[in-house]
């Protein structure tokens, strides 16, 4: 009898030092970003208009957390082999979609900047807005829907859909080159439409709230990776209501609740 309690003793306690082992080993990668992923990075300059070789390429381990949307998995690397760049590549450089020039023109085909697992989905601008001009591809917004308050329709309700979402094409842009109006055919109707790189949910989600309201984008830095936790709506009211905008202001100053990494 004493030899089978010892046996069950001895069978719990390894069974709790493995679940430590998992749990220590689980908390070490939350604190150093989580599991690393494999990325491709470039070991020697490459040119613009160079192709691509698979002498060119090495893979780096990078957390999790700290993977941009637009980085090249390692996984991906024959998909690249033979595509040419749009732009210098410096050595030690992560490679991401946006340095790809898939035509002969040097624009991109915008399936192919998809990743997988991602959707490539399209807003329009409303009314005479001209500030999507002023965006990107491979640029990042914030997405924000402007609609009907809950119980009064008259009343109007700011919500943060979404945050750090890549731009893969504005317009029919998808090369990040910087034009000028007159370099850009069509530059008046091409630019009222961005193409923003979604997870089907969150498609989902903006298919909704096109439907109930308008939708406006804020551009972010392109090294600001936090993610804004606990963003409340924002009421018609807080328009004119002091006390609101105070608060709102308060937020330029005060602490900011974030979360690493963001939207694909």
Do not use: C
Not at 53 to 82: C, F, H, N, S
Not at 144 to 158: H, K, L, V
Not at 206 to 211: C, F, G, I, R, T
């Amino acid at each position: 009898m004493n030899k089978r309690a010892i046996l069950i003793a001895l069978v719990v306690a390894a069974l709790g030092v493995v679940l430590m082992l998992l749990y220590v080993r689980r908390f070490e990668q939350e604190a150093s970003g989580g599991e690393r992923v494999q990325l491709l990075m470039a070991i020697k300059p490459i040119e613009q208009g160079t192709a691509i070789t698979d002498e060119m390429l090495a893979v780096r381990d990078v957390p999790l957390a700290y993977v941009e949307d637009r980085a090249i998995k390692a996984a991906e690397r024959q998909k690249i082999i033979g595509l040419r760049v749009g732009h210098l590549v410096q050595p030690q450089q992560t490679l991401m979609w946006t340095d790809l020039a898939i035509a002969t023109d040097e624009r991109r085909d915008l399936s192919s900047l998809v990743q997988p697992g991602s959707r490539a989905v399209s807003i329009r601008a409303s009314g005479d807005d001209k500030s999507y001009s002023l965006i990107r591809p491979g640029d990042y917004v914030d997405v924000i829907a402007t609609m009907p308050a809950p119980g009064n329709s008259e009343a109007r309700s700011s919500v943060v859909l979404l945050q750090k979402v890549l731009v893969l094409a504005v317009g029919l842009d998808t090369a990040p080159e910087q034009y000028t109006d007159k370099q850009r055919p069509g530059f008046q109707n091409r630019d009222m439409i961005l193409t923003l790189s979604l997870h089907l949910q969150e498609a989902q989600l903006l298919s909704l709230a096109v439907e109930k309201g308008k939708l406006s984008v804020a551009l972010r830095n392109p090294d600001d990776q936090r993610v804004v936790e606990g963003i409340p709506d924002m009421s018609s009211t807080a328009l004119t209501d002091v006390k609101a905008r105070e608060e709102v202001q308060k937020i330029r100053t005060g602490p900011v609740r974030l979360k690493a990494g963001g939207t694909q």
